[in-house]
């Protein structure tokens, strides 16, 4: 099992572009999860999903869009970036049963210039 | 609202104990997670416990669990250089998605 992928690891956006971020899990968890990672402040919440066709709002929303078309798949997408969304973007999955350990993702690392 | 508060900074000799400290506010808590990052890499489960737990030992790591003054603690016997990471204490709500990080605790060791 690869369990969970995340495409791309690095990029470089100027303000105002577009871009989407990939997550992959091939555990079948019904949740997933975006997080953003900045220095001393953890890892923030920006959107969920508890299954298939359904997405929530967590604690950071603001600036961008998700979708989960296909239960292995979450797409986080940036419509317009600014340079406060400079940050670390992490997946995480998990079951929705059990001990709900989140299963992470490698990261990327997205720069706003 | 619910918060998970650690200390930012840790730094222990090689070979000595290190203990790392959590709080948490939410009383609905059902588990309680340990999670270890290291430098470019994304967060893995280290160990969790189970809220109606007091401790639990899993080879080198210690958890202990008091609910009442809702205290977490990360006890790692040994430590190495290879231990040397950010630690997020992190904890979860049964039933729900709700899943609340600390900031991080950085343990660094000396040789």
């Known amino acids: 099992n690869a369990g969970v992928t995340q495409t791309p690891k690095f990029r470089v956006l100027k303000t105002g572009q577009s871009m989407t971020l990939l997550c992959a899990q091939d555990m079948n968890h019904e949740y997933m999860y975006w997080y953003r990672q900045d220095p001393g402040m953890g890892l923030r919440l920006i959107h969920y999903?508890?299954?298939?066709?359904?997405?929530a709002k967590g604690e950071v929303p603001d600036g961008y869009n998700v979708s989960r078309l296909k239960k292995q798949n979450f797409l986080l997408g940036l419509e317009s970036a600014a340079p406060s969304q400079t940050s670390v973007y992490f997946c995480?999955?998990?079951?929705?049963?059990?001990?709900?350990?989140?299963?992470f993702g490698p990261g990327t690392r997205l720069t706003v210039t | 609202g619910e918060d998970v508060e650690q200390s930012l900074f840790l730094s222990v000799r090689e070979g000595d104990s290190s203990v790392i400290n959590c709080t948490y506010t939410d009383s609905s808590s059902t588990y309680l997670y340990w999670y270890k990052q290291e430098p470019g890499a994304g967060l893995q489960l280290l160990t969790y416990i189970f809220s109606n737990m007091d401790m639990k030992q899993d080879q080198r790591l210690t958890v202990l669990l008091n609910k009442k003054d809702k205290h977490l603690s990360l006890r790692i016997a040994d430590t190495q250089t290879g231990d040397s990471a950010i630690y997020f204490c992190?904890?979860?709500?049964?039933?729900?998605?709700?899943?609340?990080f600390g900031t991080g605790t950085r343990l660094k060791v000396l040789a």
């Open positions: 999903s508890v299954g298939e066709g359904t997405t």
């Open positions: 992190a904890e979860s709500t049964s039933g729900t998605y709700k899943y609340i």
């Open positions: 995480a999955s998990s079951y929705r049963t059990g001990s709900y350990e989140q299963y």
